[in-house]
């Protein structure tokens, strides 16, 4: 039997991207309360990614650290009438792991991307991958969230790159956040699992001081380390950073 089977779960991602972690948990008999602490929107202003699409051969990488960042570029791509296609006269497409792969792959069917982390997927673990590469003067183009992190585009400067960082969507916060909060702290749970800090600062801001100590599972260490800021209890770490490595981490930090 699994350590999941009859636990109380809450998973924080998006409804749009919480399918696949919701239906492994509940495969190991677990008791999934969805409350979603980030919405994603088109930013409210898109001219400076347009202006870098309509330029994209100024550009050696074009980086992707989500899904949702790929997303938002189609859709640019698409209102902009360019062709869907990013890699031509020797640009290349980083990724930071399997997830926005899988979106780069479906969205861009004629793109590969020429880099990945090798083990560990976030900021840090493709900075390190870019190492291995000749980036002192490479352009770089960075889409993000409206609250993105600076350690990607800092770890690319420090290797020498020139990088753009751009606002390609906005990460939100959800209108029935605080009632969804609410209600799951007054229900009681047994652990709270994170794919990204934007969630993390959403739940925490939300809850307050409730939110120290209580039983958490992260994506990944930056996500980690949000959590741990927030004062939550972080009881594991996934490994790999994906839907399957967050349930293997929420089974760990529950076994008995």
């Known amino acids: 039997m699994s350590a999941l089977s009859g636990r109380r779960i809450v998973v924080t991602r998006r409804a749009a991207q919480a399918a696949p972690l919701v239906r492994l948990l509940e495969e ?12 994603i929107t088109a930013p409210a202003d898109a001219s400076a990614l ?15 650290t989500s899904a949702n ?33 899988a979106a780069l792959r479906s969205s861009f069917p004629a793109d590969r991307p020429a880099l990945e982390p090798a083990q560990q997927l976030s900021a840090a673990g493709l900075v390190d991958a870019f190492a291995r590469e000749r980036m002192a003067g490479a352009r770089v183009l960075l889409p993000c969230s409206s609250r993105g992190r600076d350690e990607l585009a800092s770890g690319l400067r420090a290797l020498g790159a020139e990088v753009d960082a751009v606002v390609a ?13 609410r209600a799951c702290l007054e229900t009681g749970f047994d652990l709270i699992a994170f794919a990204s800090p934007s ?20 994506i990944g260490p930056t996500t980690a380390e949000a959590a741990r800021s ?14 399957e490595g967050l349930v293997a981490a929420a089974e760990t930090a529950l076994a008995p």
């Open 28 to 39: 190991r008999g677990a008791l999934v309360s969805e409350v979603p602490a980030i919405e």
């Open 50 to 64: 347009d202006e870098a699409l309509l330029a994209l051969e100024r550009y050696a990488w074009l980086v992707f």
């Open 69 to 101: 960042a790929v997303n938002a570029v189609l859709g640019r791509i698409a209102v902009l009438g360019l062709p869907p296609q990013l890699t031509a006269r020797g640009r290349r497409l980083a990724s930071v792991g399997p997830a926005t792969t």
């Open 169 to 181: 969507y906005a990460t939100v916060v959800p209108l029935d956040l605080e009632e969804r909060v």
């Open 199 to 218: 969630a993390v600062e959403s739940f925490a801001a939300v809850a307050g001081e409730r939110a120290r100590g209580l039983p958490a599972v992260a």
């Open 230 to 243: 927030a004062g939550l209890d972080v009881r594991a770490v996934a490994q790999p950073a994906t839907a």
